[in-house]
């Protein structure tokens, strides 16, 4: 299976996509949240987790990354090292 490489500063994901993604990484949308760029965007870690992945998919900027999706398994590349966990024969 080879990844596919999804640009989302240019094609952001959908809400449910996000949404979906989380699901995935059994993670919430705080846990992806780039703080530095969401503060200077003025936006607030603290609000309720649909606004807040409104705000992501509106200003993906803020969304952490990379993200790897294999099948039904995702990781956040931070370190690069969390990605082999998820990809078959690595």
Do not use: C, F, H, W
């Not at 490489?5 to 995935?24: F, H, T």
């Amino acid at each position: 299976m080879r990844p596919t490489i999804v640009e989302y500063l240019k094609e952001p994901p959908s809400a449910l996509e996000l949404k979906q993604i989380l699901g995935k990484l059994n993670l919430t949308a705080r846990d992806i949240l780039r703080t530095k760029e969401a503060k200077e965007l003025g936006i607030e870690p603290e609000v309720a987790e649909d606004k807040l992945i409104a705000a992501m998919v509106n200003n993906p900027l803020v969304i952490e990354r990379p993200i790897v999706v294999a099948g039904d398994k995702a990781a956040v590349g931070r370190p690069p090292e969390k990605i082999l966990d998820i990809l078959p024969g690595a």
